[in-house]
């Protein structure tokens, strides 16, 4: 899904700082830290950005 937006997925081999994988926007200037959850959650500090208006 992420890939549709432009976004690379980068699996880590370890849990760096709650992240996943790691999804890098082709622009270079956006990058996002992913942890896997058993359903879809949007923490509330992040609900007033507007990262992924590509």
Do not use: P
């Amino acid at each position: 899904m992420l890939a549709d937006y432009g976004f690379n997925c980068i699996k880590l081999t370890d849990d760096w700082q709650g992240a996943y994988f790691l999804a890098h926007h082709f622009d270079g200037a956006t990058t996002l830290k992913v942890q896997l959850k058993a359903r879809l959650t949007i923490d509330r500090e992040y609900t007033c950005l507007n990262s992924l208006d590509v």
